[in-house]
């Protein structure tokens, strides 16, 4: 069953590095996005992206943060200069069409945890 | 601000015990309405959407139906593998494609 993966699983840094997460979406999938959860809070909204560029951003996805899809598979986010409070389980998620987006019908990874020392 | 509340928090449930979980939302113009579920260490795992009140979806053991300000999941005769969170999550229609999730329902079925 295709899936959506995640690299690294977990990834412990320094306050103050940057740190890139990876996400390999499902083939035939157009629309991609990052979400993250802090320990006990909930999963969050980041950043959606469709036809390489940005399509929505929440409040949280300021100028530390970056997306890019660098090849035809991968799906990056990167965060420069990391804070405490950037700890969190970082999940890709993908969905097949325009459409698809739009009914929820998100297919998750199983998450990036990031530990920032 | 478009606003998600479940309850409860946790619900530990013997098998076989049927019950029901509540999903309260406040959003500008609902365009959808989703159920996802979540195991320990895992990503989201989608299980409904449901569009307008009056609706119902099922899949399995569970039924997930919608009104104008809230949703239930409603487990019937769940089994152990039932446990995990299960979060809802709302999408308005002047959000694009971005969800605003609960915080989840943690549920434990003992056998």
């Known amino acids: 069953e295709p899936e959506v993966t995640q690299t690294p699983s977990h990834q412990v840094t320094q306050m103050g590095q940057e740190v890139i997460l990876r996400c390999v979406p499902i083939?035939?999938?157009?629309?991609f996005y990052w979400y993250r959860q802090i320990l006990g809070q909930k999963v969050e909204f980041l950043v959606s992206?469709?036809?390489?560029?940005?399509?929505?951003k929440s409040e949280i996805f300021d100028d530390q943060f970056s997306v890019e899809r660098p090849d035809g598979s991968n799906f990056t986010l990167k965060i420069r200069s990391t804070k405490l409070e950037d700890s969190a389980m970082y999940f890709c998620a993908s969905s097949e069409t325009v459409f698809g987006a739009n009914t929820g019908e998100l297919f998750f990874g199983e998450g990036s945890r990031l530990t920032v020392l | 601000e478009d606003q998600v509340t479940q309850s409860p928090e946790a619900l530990r449930l013997q098998e076989g015990e049927s019950s029901s979980l509540n999903c309260s939302y406040t959003v500008s113009g609902l365009r959808g309405l989703f159920w996802y579920r979540q195991d320990p260490g895992k990503g989201p795992e989608f299980l409904f959407t449901l569009y307008s009140a009056g609706e119902e979806k099922e899949k399995e053991r569970l039924k997930a139906t919608l009104t104008k300000k809230e949703s239930f999941l409603h487990i019937t005769a769940p089994k152990p593998e039932d446990s995990a969170t299960y979060l809802c999550?709302?999408?308005?229609?002047?959000?694009?494609?971005?969800?605003?999730f609960g915080e989840g329902t943690q549920l434990t079925v003992n056998p």
């Open positions: 083939s035939n999938h157009l629309y």
């Open positions: 992206f469709y036809n390489n560029e940005i399509s929505e």
């Open positions: 999550a709302v999408q308005a229609q002047t959000s694009g494609s971005r969800l605003t």
